[in-house]
């Protein structure tokens, strides 16, 4: 089973706008942490965020976890035609050590 | 070479058939993890190994799935009996295997396909 979820499923966007992307999740977790994938390819890690942690910026990428709401999200600004891909949220819950990934959302940016 | 390698990057086969799939994680990688992935979904779990154990196999489907990885380096997906629902991506990645889950390397995934 997957635990996170992510919203929207697909995101279509102009270049040079800001995307953001939503995961929540079910149970207490270690990390979370985001991945990118393009079509047909193997998954690229992008950031991971641990769960005392609150926010994290690499690059043009910010964010957040809020364990309250079980949520977290992904920003990407000042979007390129190359950030189109799917982005996926992948929990590490608290006593296992393996990750469970969302269902994506997919980016496109229109350039 | 310096990333994850799988083979082979393609796998047609007929249903019935026996498959196997093999990964060559990051040399000094202790941790493996196989995924299989469904058009349009995300990774879903298979196995794990720290070392040449399978410290968590939950997410095997059934007993026609096994993997294993005898020397601690390479790991071998073996599918028996293979039928037209395990098309799939399927996706291995390694990771340091220190501490909690951090950064997981994937490779570029072997595609089987069952006519």
């Known amino acids: 089973s997957q635990q996170g979820e992510e919203d929207p499923q697909a995101l279509s966007i102009q270049e040079g706008e800001n995307a953001t992307m939503n995961c929540s999740y079910k149970?207490?977790?270690?990390?979370l942490q985001w991945y990118r994938q393009n079509s047909g390819r193997g998954l690229v890690h992008l950031i991971l965020?641990?769960?005392?942690?609150r926010e994290k910026h690499s690059g043009r990428l910010r964010v957040t976890l809020d364990t309250s709401k079980k949520s977290s999200s992904l920003l990407i600004t000042a979007s390129r035609a190359a950030d189109t891909a799917s982005y996926f949220c992948a929990t590490e819950y608290q006593g296992a050590q393996k990750l469970v990934f969302g269902q994506g959302t997919r980016l496109t940016i229109n350039p | 070479g310096a990333g994850v390698s799988q083979t082979p990057s393609n796998k047609v086969t007929e249903k019935g058939k026996y498959v196997e799939l093999r990964c060559d994680p990051i040399?000094?990688?202790?941790?493996l993890y196989w995924y299989r992935q469904s058009l349009g979904q995300g990774p879903e779990f298979l196995i794990y190994f720290q070392g040449t154990g399978a410290a968590d196999d939950s997410g095997l489907p059934n007993d026609r799935f096994f993997a294993v990885r005898p020397e601690g380096s390479v790991s071998t997906l073996k599918i028996q009996r293979t039928e037209r629902g395990d098309s799939a991506m399927y996706l291995c990645?390694?990771?340091?295997?220190?501490?909690?889950?951090?950064?997981?390397?994937f490779g570029e995934g072997s595609r089987l396909t069952v006519l």
């Open positions: 990645a390694s990771s340091s295997g220190l501490g909690d889950t951090g950064e997981l390397f």
């Open positions: 149970t207490s977790i270690n990390n």
């Open positions: 965020i641990r769960s005392n942690e």
């Open positions: 040399s000094g990688h202790t941790a």
